[in-house]
């Protein structure tokens, strides 16, 4: 009876271990699968433009992958190019900031106080209508050419997004947690602890990785209409001299700088998930999709 019973068992955690490891080969074999079709599509992509650039399309257009990748290459082997991109990058870097930061307190206090939330909302939704863009010029005004400007409209591109995910996740609350956890003798902390950032970590964090593009865009945007220095400036100063590897060896550039940004961010997002304990809800729910339906053995197991 004891041999049948542990021989039982070790069927049991066989059958139990099996799915997991299936899962996890499974995960990895289409993690790999789509990596190499996306380095596939890229090759495809450059192939054909390097064979249509002129029979097809016009060379001084479109130019030819070569060409860009010696511009690109003169681009990241000069002091200027390095000294462009240097200036973009903190540019982004301090309009991000000052957009989460600005974006971030705004949120927290008209979601927390109902009365200026509804006197304050709709005025912010008004202002939030104007393109961001079309401040530039009156950023310009008030801060000159310089990097403050482009800062300026970065962070005005950010805030906005940053406060309505924040503002509308704490509407979202739900409040019978918040009596739940008071009823316990739990204090503001308490709330905010095991209530507030678990509701907030989702939507803020989508608010990051919505930002970011928007304060490239609003950099770039402010170069191109005036500036002395940055990637967006050599963008403007190659389409003007019809540079067309120049210019596409400066997108490859914010592309990277995009990747990079969005990449940190993802990384920030895990992190704090799993200090928050949210993490490991997120890999269950992804070994659960990956693997279906748990088998019949193993639940009885």
């Known amino acids: 009876m004891a041999t049948a019973t542990s021989s039982a068992k070790g069927k049991t955690e066989v059958e139990k271990a099996t799915p997991t490891g299936d899962v996890r080969n499974s995960a990895w074999r289409k993690t790999a699968l789509v990596v190499v079709l996306r380095i596939a599509v890229i090759a495809l992509c450059l192939i054909l433009w390097q064979v ?33 991109i240097k200036a973009t990058a903190i540019e982004i870097l301090a309009g991000f900031g000052i957009g989460v930061a600005i974006g971030t307190v705004m949120g927290l206090v008209l979601g927390s106080v109902p009365l200026a939330g509804q006197v304050l909302e709709p005025l912010i939704a008004a202002v939030n209508g104007i393109p961001k863009i079309a401040l530039a010029p009156l950023f310009l005004l008030f801060f000159g050419i310089g ?20 503002y509308l996740g704490l509407r979202l609350r739900e409040r019978e947690l918040v009596e739940i956890v008071q009823v316990m003798g739990g204090r503001r902390h308490h709330v905010l602890s095991y209530v507030t950032l678990p509701t907030l970590a989702a939507p803020f964090f989508a608010a990051l990785k919505t930002g970011g593009p928007l304060a490239i865009l609003g950099v770039i945007g402010g170069e191109f209409i005036a500036s002395t220095e940055g990637v967006g400036h050599e963008l403007f100063t190659a389409a003007t001299n019809l540079d067309a590897p120049t210019e596409f060896a400066g997108l490859i550039v914010l592309v990277a700088m995009t990747l990079i940004l969005n990449g940190v961010l993802s990384a920030l997002d895990t992190l704090a998930l799993k200090r928050l304990g949210l993490g490991d809800r997120r890999s269950r729910r992804k070994t659960v999709r990956a693997g279906g339906a748990p088998r019949e053995s193993a639940v009885r197991g």
């Open 52 to 84: 249509m650039s002129g029979p097809v399309l016009p060379e001084y257009a479109v130019s030819k992958p070569t060409d860009v990748s010696h511009a690109l290459w003169d681009l990241l082997g000069s002091s200027t190019g390095w000294i462009d």
């Open 147 to 166: 990097p403050m400007s482009k800062i300026t409209i970065a962070a005005a591109g950010v805030s906005f997004v940053v406060f309505y995910n924040v």
